[in-house]
């Protein structure tokens, strides 16, 4: 049998257990203090970020590093003074450049019959003119020279037309020199009278002249126009003898329309240049016909 233990054996080992209870912790060794304070270094270096408190809680005293507000705001350096002045409106109306010194006003173009002057005496073939005339029926005014050096504009023997012919009137007044009043008034009994009988049975009455002698350059060219010379002559409309009053233009009814194409066609040879309708812009509401002199006795007709 085995030898019963004594009683107080267990108070002896239970003796160091409650030592170790009542004594302290260990003391940490050298190498645990240099681990946390090396710990403790590198949070302060890089603290981490404080979940937000909510908003019923007292807001925490500590203060952030904000910067304090200056003593005093600080004035901005002024700007020098480059505001512009009002706009308003100029003094007076800005002006053109200056041309050039040698881009004066564009001359015409020298034409011989800008120095025709009236001699002392008619010439013969302006006497011989007049008396066609009157044979014809013509009715007629002699009109003072006209010239303007300036521009070139020259008819040394005018007349202003009354009539074409017996039965023919033309309106208003028409200055043309001699031969192109005689074209005119041959082209009238000859061409525009039969072609009016033809084509509406009726006779001519009167011609609506647009336009005669006026001392102006052709349209968009350094040339005198050969109205400045009183010989070239513009027909706008015809009126007949039953009250029918037919007008150039670019769209005229059909039975107008072919006594007018009758009456162009045919002018083309009395006369040297025929515009019209459709030749441009400047001629869409008359007919115009001129005795201006063309190499080889040609024609220019549209």
Known sequence: MPEPRPADAPKADAAPAEEQKTEGPKAPDASNQLNEEKSRHAKQAHPEPSAPEPSSRTPSTKTESEPEPP????????????????????????????????????????????????????????????????ALGVEFEEHNAESNPEIGCSIPYPLVLKSLGK?????????????????????????IQPAAKAEFGADLKSIGQASAFVCRPRHGTGKLSEHAFGNALDIASFTLSDGRKVEVGPTPPEKDAKFLNAVRKAACGPFKTVLGPGADADHALHFHLDLEPRRHGGTFCQ
């Open 167 to 191: 039965s023919i009137a033309i309106a208003p007044g028409t200055e043309l020199n001699c031969p192109m009043a005689e074209a005119a008034a041959r082209f009238a009994a000859e061409i």
């Open 71 to 134: 003593a005093e705001v600080p004035i901005p350096t002024q700007r020098p003074d480059t505001t512009e002045p009002e706009v308003g409106p100029p003094a007076m109306a800005p002006q053109p450049p200056p041309k050039p010194a040698d881009a004066g006003d564009e001359k015409m173009l020298p034409d011989p019959r800008s120095a025709d002057r009236p001699g002392e005496k008619m010439p013969a073939e302006e006497v011989a003119c007049r008396e066609r005339l009157k």
